[in-house]
């Protein structure tokens, strides 16, 4: 079994999709700490005000590591970030892995939770809107697509903040307890903001799912299914879904860095301490390490789910592999 | 006729116009304070209602609607200025390293969504409505490439253009006498769309901050001066949050409208 011809194909495959994603990782970190290090001003200076010591403005400048060349700063930055290190904040002088880390424990939950209520409310829409195409039942619901992908997210969270949280007081209208209030609290408190972060992308993903399904009806193998006497329904559940899951798993994955990114904007709108308040205030702040590792955190996620999407993909329909 | 077309060019005309009046008139000057009038309600004599500062909303969505338009056009004419050109370049040396290098430097791009290149770009410059302009327009660039690039590829393959290579023209000229013009139709109808999403991602990076700065206006951020007074005054959400809505949904039906009308076989594919 194991030494297949598929096999080989499998792991010749693997290697180079492995390959590629070293390679842009390696150029997006390079393009990153590049912009970065364009940036105006020392930050040793600007730690220590305008009226240092050249002596202790030098010492901080070796402590921070700024005092050797650009190459082998950016190869200490990269071999740091292998290793988890991040370096150290400029305005905090802490660990900027640490504060990343409690920061993520709020956005990588809200992302998920956004994520999972997508899926949730796209998938029966797009199935039902398959199924009944043409129909009144379609139109609604593609109309109502139409209506979910035009409004912003941050709007649609003002707007459910007035409703839920001040008019009818079912969740509080900003700011996150933590997680040692229990899990449910938790996600009491996180169910608003992934409200608003989910319905445009579930709105997305509707659409994409009603395209894949009526693409998928169209194929013989749908026909030779009908033709065996299954009904329209039993057609499309047993073998229409599993073929139109294949583009619908490529725009979730897409949605993931989306969904991370929007919580960013989303996190403002609810006084929520993620990453996007760490990053704003790094700015604010001129921490630029800070928002360089933000950055290179959040392009290295969109870089390794788009890897695991490829890798699901190749698992799931054996052509690509053959492709590749 | 075309419902979806209709009705969106309707949408959209009205934002357009909205913008081009608002540079000969508005009801009320958008910067002019008038604090006894504050945060009155939509209907009377601002009939959007006014702001914490008694600013008339109405004048301030009309101004506001030119930051949308300039930088969504602006940010769509990088796109295509720098992406069409690749996608062309990628197609007529289809299969070789410069079609790779253009692809992977795609998919590089695609890795950086707008509002992280944004916030790239606000460390180091500082905010302001260019910065808004040159994130989403970055961010564009690979979405024209890589439609370009695809329905290129399949023209190529097509007799008329063999028969130009026959003819003893170069893969230049055929890409820019022959193809482009065969590509034209679906880059208008990608520029629709991607000009709507540039309104929406343009009024996200103001309000947070990252795009447009006072005085300028934005409906980015008259929505960011509303979220602490929505409880109070509600109608300093909603009116700027319809605007963006509305026009987005005008541009998306048109360009809905605009495939059916331009490519009648997709009709019959898509049903």
Redesign the interface.
């Given at each position: 079994m194991i030494c297949t011809p598929t096999f080989g194909l499998m792991i010749r495959y693997l290697l180079k999709r492995l390959l590629?994603l070293c390679?842009?990782l390696a150029?997006?970190s390079l393009?990153?700490f590049t912009?970065?290090e364009?940036?105006?001003g020392d930050p040793a200076s600007f730690m220590l005000g305008m009226n240092a010591q050249p002596e202790t403005l030098a010492a901080l400048r070796s402590e921070l590591g700024l005092d050797v060349s650009k190459p082998a700063r950016y190869l200490a930055w990269v071999g740091g970030l292998l290793q988890g290190d991040f370096g150290t904040s400029y305005t905090y002088r802490t660990p900027v892995s640490d504060m990343i880390a409690a920061r993520l424990w709020v956005s990588m939950p809200l992302a998920l939770y956004a994520l999972g209520l997508s899926t949730l409310i796209a998938f029966p829409a797009g199935i039902y809107a398959a199924a009944r195409?043409?129909k009144a039942g379609d139109v609604g619901v593609m109309g109502a697509t139409?209506?979910g992908?035009?409004?912003?997210?941050?709007?649609f969270a003002?707007?459910l903040?007035?409703i839920f949280a001040?008019n009818l007081r079912w969740f509080a209208a900003g700011g996150f307890v933590g997680w040692e209030q229990g899990v449910l609290t938790g996600l009491h408190a996180l169910t608003l903001p992934a409200i608003a972060l989910a319905l445009p992308q579930a709105a997305i993903l509707a659409r994409v799912m009603r395209?894949a399904l009526?693409d998928v009806l169209g194929e013989d193998y749908m026909r030779t299914a009908r033709a065996k006497g299954l009904t329209e329904r039993q057609a499309l559940w047993r073998h229409g879904l599993r073929n139109a899951l294949i583009p619908v798993l490529t725009i979730i994955g897409l949605q993931f860095?989306?969904l991370l990114?929007?919580s960013?904007?989303i996190e403002?709108?609810f006084y929520l301490p993620g990453l996007?308040r760490l990053?704003?205030q790094?700015?604010s702040a001129?921490d630029?390490i800070v928002?360089e590792s933000?950055?290179m955190l959040?392009?290295f996620s969109?870089?390794l789910v788009?890897f695991l999407v490829d890798l699901a993909y190749a698992a799931v329909d054996p052509r690509l592999r053959a492709r590749a | 006729m075309n419902r979806n077309l209709i009705l969106g060019a309707l949408l959209t005309s009205v934002f357009l116009l909205s913008a081009l009046v608002s540079f000969v008139w508005t009801p009320f000057s958008h910067t002019a304070m008038d604090i006894p009038n504050k945060l009155q309600g939509v209907g009377g004599a601002h009939l959007l209602g006014t702001d914490h500062f008694g600013r008339d909303i109405l004048s301030m969505i009309m101004v506001g609607a030119r930051t949308s338009i300039a930088v969504a056009l602006v940010a769509v004419g990088i796109g295509m200025g720098l992406g069409v050109p690749l996608g062309l370049w990628a197609a007529a040396k289809r299969g070789s390293l410069v079609d790779e290098i253009i692809m992977r430097g795609n998919d590089l791009v695609f890795a950086f969504p707008s509002l992280v290149i944004a916030i790239l770009i606000t460390a180091i410059f500082g905010a302001s409505a260019i910065n808004a302009i040159i994130a989403i327009g970055i961010f564009n660039i690979p979405v024209f490439a890589r439609i370009t690039r695809g329905a290129a590829l399949s023209l190529w393959e097509r007799e008329f253009i063999l028969a130009a290579r026959v003819a003893g023209k170069s893969a230049a000229r055929i890409s820019v006498e022959h193809i482009l013009p065969n590509v034209t139709n679906l880059l208008i109808v990608q520029g629709t769309i991607q000009f709507s999403l540039g309104i929406l991602a343009e009024a996200g990076l103001s309000y947070v901050g990252l795009g447009a700065q006072p005085p300028t206006p934005s409906w980015g951020r008259m929505l960011a001066d509303a979220q602490t007074m929505v409880s109070i005054a509600p109608h300093m959400a909603l009116v700027p949050g319809f605007a963006i809505i509305l026009t987005v949904l005008g541009l998306n039906l048109m360009g809905d409208g605009l495939r059916d009308a331009l490519d009648p076989r997709l009709r019959v594919t898509r049903k």
């Open positions: 590629s390679i842009s150029v997006a393009v990153i912009v970065i364009i940036a105006p195409r043409g139409q209506l992908v035009a409004v912003p997210n941050f709007w003002m707007i903040v007035l001040i395209s009526l860095s989306f990114a929007g960013i904007i403002q709108v996007g990053v704003f790094s700015i001129r630029l928002v933000v950055v959040l392009v969109v870089i788009n | -």
